[in-house]
C-alpha cells in the first residue's frame, strides 16, 4: 500500500467514527453553556412573566440553564447595552420593546447602540399601548382628557423618558396643542401604582401590564395607541377611533449581539417559535391580555430597519435632537 493510500484510509477511518481531521476544527454544539434572557425593564410586569415561561421552555429545549436578568434603565438602553456587549455566540439573548433599539440612538448622541449592535432572532408580540385614569377618575374618554387638559395641568406618568408609551402622549399633544406634564418613570409597575393611588392623573403604559389593575377594577382603559382595538378590550376605542390623529405601534423582539452565527439564531428563532407555543407561555399571555405576534427574524428584521428609520423621521420633525 503506498503512503498516499494509507493516509487516504486512515482519513476515511477517523471520519466514519465521528473524529475531527487534522486541520478541520471541531464544530462546538449550542448552547454548550447556561444562557442568559435579558430584561432591559424593571421586574414586576407580564413582561417579566412571559419571559419566564419561554427561559423554561429554551431550557428544555438545549437543556442547559436560561436565567432571566433585569438590566433596566434609560428607557431599556442599559440593557440592550448589555447585551450589545455580550459574546455574539447566542448564549445571551434579550428581549424588549422596540425603543431601546429605534427610538432611544436618536436621542442619545454617542448611545453606543443601534440597530446595527444587534442580530434579530424573531418579533414576539405587539405591545398594544394605552392610556389609563384611576377607577374612579371623570375622565371617561380621550376627548374628556384632552378637555380636562385645557382646563388645567395633567401629570402623567409612562415607563421612561421617550419610552413609547410617552411618544403616544407626544402625539396626542400635537393632534390637540394640550400639552401634559411628564412624570417618567423605570417601567410600567410604578406609574400604574401612582395612578392607582391618585397621585397621577393617568398613565401611558403597555396595556398588558395594565390588566391586574383594570380587571380589580382599580384603572379605568380610555383608549389605545393601536391602528385596532386591543382583542382582550374590544369595547375600548382606539384614541385615532375617538378622533385623536394619534397612532404609535409598538412591538417586542428576541436580539441576539451582532455577529451572532446564523446556525445559532436558527436554533434560538426555532427555540422562540416552539416557546411561544406552550401551554405555560400561552396561558400567561392570555391571563396578561398579551398580542402574541411571533415573526420569523427574515420578517422582522427588517421591521426593525423600517421602524428606526421611521422614527428618525418622526423625532426630526418635533424638533428633537440628540443630547
Known sequence: MTMRHAMGRRAALLGSVGLPLLGRP???AFPDRPMTLIMPYAPGTVAGAYARAIAESLHARFVQPVAVTHRDGASGTVGM????Q??????????TPLTPVVVMPHLIR???????????????????????VRADSPIRSMPDLVEAGRRRSLNFGSPGPNSLPQ??????SRATGVEFNHIPFRGDAAPITETIAGRLDFASIVVASGTAGIEAGELRLIGVFSDRRHPGYPAVPTVKEQGIDAV????VGCFAPA???????????AGMRDAMLTEQFTSVAQRGRVVVDFQPR??????VQREYESFGAILRALGVTAE
Open 26 to 28: 471541531a464544530l462546538a
Open 81 to 84: 447595552r448589555a447585551l450589545a
Open 86 to 95: 455580550s459574546p455574539p455566540d447566542g448564549h445571551t439573548i434579550a428581549i
Open 110 to 132: 454617542n448611545l453606543g447602540i443601534s440597530p446595527a449592535s444587534f442580530s434579530v432572532v424573531c418579533g414576539v408580540a405587539e405591545n398594544i399601548l394605552g392610556v389609563v
Open 167 to 172: 411618544l403616544g402622549i407626544v402625539r396626542v
Open 248 to 251: 404609535q405601534l409598538s412591538y
Open 259 to 269: 455577529g451572532t452565527p446564523d446556525a445559532a439564531l436558527d436554533l434560538l428563532e
Open 298 to 303: 427574515a420578517r422582522f428584521g427588517p421591521l
